[in-house]
Structures are given as structure tokens and as C-alpha cells.
């Protein structure tokens, strides 16, 4: 049975500092890797997606990487901002037949000015 | 665009209440999902629909009942409220359900006495 976990939990660093989220999960057969903002009482916000062919992805301040093998991900900031200040969360989607997405429980990052 | 959009932001019943919620989507998506988030739970598919008309279970559909009359919404009911259902639920859709990111609603806010 798939399982996400986000470490760590939360996380307050200073603005500025480039900063990394880590996901892992312990089936590799997976077909993509899933990054999602959330602002609170709102809802989710897809930032980068990653094929399972993929190891990484970026867009803009953001780097996601992937290592399948040793069922890995991390989510890249750099020079973070206050406005980054959100729960980001880590989605997988099985292979195969089982496509269902697994969700991990987020890290709540803040950002302080 | 308004995206994908919820009906109520919030609302509290009494236990054994009837309700629905309604989701809205403009993007033209065949897929729409139907989640709820608890702490410490991560989110959960609760039931999803592959195209208009139709209607599967999730990994929590007990206690929820669903409708796709039509392609843009997709309506989730609870004919018996219950404490244990007070959670956020969130509403999302995709152009399919394989590689495409989902988008998500604002969530709404359930609260059951």
C-alpha cells in the first residue's frame, strides 16, 4: 500500500533563504509525482508536476526533483519570500491499473520578513 | 474563467440533516472529484466521476451519495448528517484522470453538532 510522508511537518525560516521540502514514498512503481500550494481556507494550487520518466521539473523559483528508485522527492525554493508562506503538500499517483492519487499531510512553511 | 468553484463556503448542521454541495467547473473537464481533509488525515477521495452521467466510489464513499447530470457540476450529498463528516471538503476536476494536474475548488467548511 502506497504511503506519503512530508518531513518535516512545519518549517519557519527567515526570508531570503533558499529552503528544501522532502517527500517520500515507498512504492517506486508510480506514474507521476505531484507538488500542491495551499493558502489557508483555500483550496490547492498545482505548482509542479513530475512524470515518473522525469527527475526534475521547474518553474521559476521552484525546483522539484525526483528519484524514483529511492522513492524521493524534494521541492526546491529559492530566495524565499514571505508571500511563499503556505502548506505545501506532496501527491503521488500509482502506476498501472491503480491510478488514485496518495497524498501526503503537507509542510506548513512560513516565511518570515 | 471562474475555475472550479463551491457552493456554500460554509455551513453547519445538526446531526441527521440533509444537504448538498454543489461544484462548478468551467473548464470543460470530464473528470471531477470530490475530497474531504481532516488533520492528521490528508485528503481523501470520496467519490469522482469519469464524464457526465457517471458516478465511482473513492476510498471514503460511505455516508456521501453523488450526481453528474451535468458536465460542468458535480453535486455531493449527505442524506444523514453525522459529527464524523464535520471536515473540509474540496471539489477538483481534470482533462482526464491519467496525467493531467487537478484543479481545485476553495473547499467547504462542514460542521455537523
Known amino acids: 500500500k502506497q504511503e506519503v510522508t512530508q518531513i518535516p511537518a512545519a518549517l519557519s525560516v527567515p526570508e531570503g533563504e533558499n529552503l528544501v521540502l522532502n517527500c517520500s514514498f515507498t512504492d517506486s512503481a508510480i506514474y507521476n509525482l505531484q507538488w500542491f500550494r495551499q493558502d489557508p481556507g483555500k483550496g490547492l494550487t498545482s505548482l509542479l508536476l513530475?512524470?515518473?520518466s522525469q527527475r526534475e521539473q521547474t518553474s521559476g523559483r521552484l525546483n522539484a526533483s525526483l528519484d524514483k528508485s529511492s522513492g524521493r522527492s524534494t521541492l526546491y525554493i529559492a530566495a524565499s519570500q514571505p508571500g511563499d508562506s503556505a502548506t505545501y503538500l506532496c501527491a503521488v499517483r500509482g502506476a498501472g491499473n491503480n491510478r488514485k492519487l496518495i497524498w501526503g499531510l503537507g509542510t506548513s512553511l512560513a516565511v518570515n520578513p | 474563467n471562474a475555475g472550479v468553484t463551491q457552493t456554500p463556503k460554509f455551513r453547519v448542521l445538526k446531526t441527521g440533516q440533509s444537504m448538498t454541495l454543489l461544484c462548478a467547473q468551467d473548464?470543460?473537464?470530464?473528470?471531477m472529484y470530490w475530497y474531504r481533509q481532516d488533520p492528521g488525515m490528508g485528503l481523501r477521495l470520496i467519490h469522482y466521476s469519469v464524464g457526465e452521467g457517471t458516478t465511482a466510489k473513492g476510498e471514503v464513499p460511505d455516508g456521501y451519495n453523488v450526481s453528474r447530470l451535468k458536465k460542468q457540476n458535480f453535486l455531493l450529498g449527505l442524506e444523514s448528517a453525522a459529527p464524523s463528516q464535520t471536515s473540509v471538503y474540496f471539489c477538483?476536476?481534470?482533462?482526464?484522470?491519467?496525467?493531467?494536474?487537478?484543479?481545485f475548488g476553495p473547499g467547504t467548511r462542514l460542521l455537523v453538532l
Open positions: 473548464m470543460n473537464h470530464e473528470y
Open positions: 477538483a476536476s481534470s482533462y482526464a484522470g491519467g496525467p493531467e494536474t487537478q484543479y
Open positions: 513530475i512524470q515518473s
